[in-house]
């Protein structure tokens, strides 16, 4: 069966650096797109990133674009965010999800890792 | 980029029938699929409405989604409510790149 978990959340200051992992097993992962998606405490979701099957293209929202980057790496069936210069506002829970380029489903889901940003 | 407006909250009686509605703000309605996602407290989102109507296995026929071109809005409608349908859902679509949720809605069975 499909799985996701998520890894590398925890306490940061403001202005540091993270990195979140996911480790996807039961699919062929080099098949999909993957997203990143966070959900801020007591908040709606909201779409962050993506990537696509071969790592050749890349999107962002614009509220992490140029300090958020994301990665895979299709050997080793994960996926990664790389989160630069960390403010309050991005405490959440990060969740990764697979990411059906057809319809832009997000049909599977990890269960999260918390991030808190503060000092 | 466009939104999606969803009612913060809706309550029904258990048996009951309730729609939840999603407002896209501008661009059509039909040009990109819609999904909804459930999701219960403390739990990570589950899909249960993929493209516009179409329900994943496992997603009781309770549940069924549509497209409304006039009202440029889709619908999430779950009939003979459960208090296991007690939860948050949202409406998400896209454009081009980007992929954008609605602010959610709390169905409360009551």
């Known amino acids: 069966q499909v799985q996701l978990v998520e890894s590398g959340g925890g306490l940061v200051k403001p202005g540091g650096s993270l990195r979140l992992s996911c480790a996807a097993s039961g699919f062929t992962f080099s098949d999909y797109y993957m997203s990143w998606i966070r959900q801020a405490p007591g908040k709606g979701l909201e779409w962050l990133s993506h990537?696509?099957?071969?790592?050749?293209?890349?999107n962002y929202a614009d509220s992490v674009k140029g300090r958020f980057t994301i990665s895979r790496d299709n050997a080793k069936n994960s996926l990664f965010l790389q989160m630069n210069s960390l403010r309050a506002e991005d405490t959440a829970v990060y969740y990764c999800?697979?990411?059906?380029?057809?319809?832009?489903?997000?049909?599977?889901w990890g269960q999260g890792t918390l991030v808190t940003v503060s000092s | 980029n466009f939104m999606l407006t969803q009612p913060h909250s809706v309550s029904e009686s258990p048996g009951k029938t309730v729609t939840i509605s999603c407002t896209r703000s501008s661009g059509t309605i039909a040009t990109n699929y819609v999904q909804w996602y459930q999701q219960r407290p403390g739990s990570a989102p589950t899909i249960v409405i993929y493209e516009d109507n179409q329900r994943p296995s496992g997603v009781p026929d309770r549940f069924s989604g549509s497209i409304d071109s006039s009202s440029n809005s889709a619908s999430l409608t779950i009939s003979g409510l459960k208090t296991e349908d007690e939860a948050d859902y949202y409406c998400q679509s896209y454009d081009n790149n980007n992929r954008v949720f609605g602010g959610g809605t709390k169905l409360t069975v009551l």
């Open positions: 990537i696509s099957s071969s790592s050749s293209y890349t």
């Open positions: 999800a697979r990411d059906s380029t057809v319809g832009a489903t997000f049909d599977y």
